[in-house]
């Protein structure tokens, strides 16, 4: 079992920059991710890096703005967000699972955090 705690959300303008941390408690040898949720939306993958910080994948809307990686040495994830729009809008959730950035093909399962909020002014 881990426990996950995020934290860095809030309120920031169209085109900002936001970081996001994600404290793991226990087994440190898993995969990590991101998955965020929209009012009315189902959750969409983030990013992901696998339990050896040597990979990465990161979802459509995030490439090319968002950067995933880990601290080993404080057992923490961190989603740094640049160019930011509206549409990044949601509750952003830390999740860990299996060893691979393959293991969140899937929407369910894992461990997951409580949740952060990201709001974007436009």
């Known amino acids: 079992q881990v426990q996950l705690v995020e934290s860095g959300g809030g309120l920031v303008q169209a085109g900002g920059s936001l970081r996001l941390s994600c404290a793991a408690s226990?087994?440190?040898?898993?995969?990590m991710g991101w998955f965020r949720q929209a009012p009315g939306k189902e959750h969409e993958f983030v990013g992901a890096?696998?339990?050896?910080?040597?990979?990465?994948y990161l979802g459509d809307s995030a490439k090319g703005r968002f950067i995933i990686s880990r601290d080993f040495a404080k057992n923490t994830v961190y989603l740094q967000m640049s160019s930011l729009k509206p549409e990044d809008t949601a509750v952003y959730y830390c999740?860990?699972?299996?060893?691979?950035?393959?293991?969140?093909?899937?929407?369910?399962?894992?461990?997951w955090g409580q949740g952060t909020q990201v709001t974007v002014s436009s």
């Open positions: 999740v860990a699972r299996g060893q691979s950035t393959n293991d969140f093909v899937d929407q369910h399962g894992g461990s």
């Open positions: 226990g087994r440190s040898n898993y995969a």
């Open positions: 890096i696998d339990w050896k910080g040597s990979s990465t």
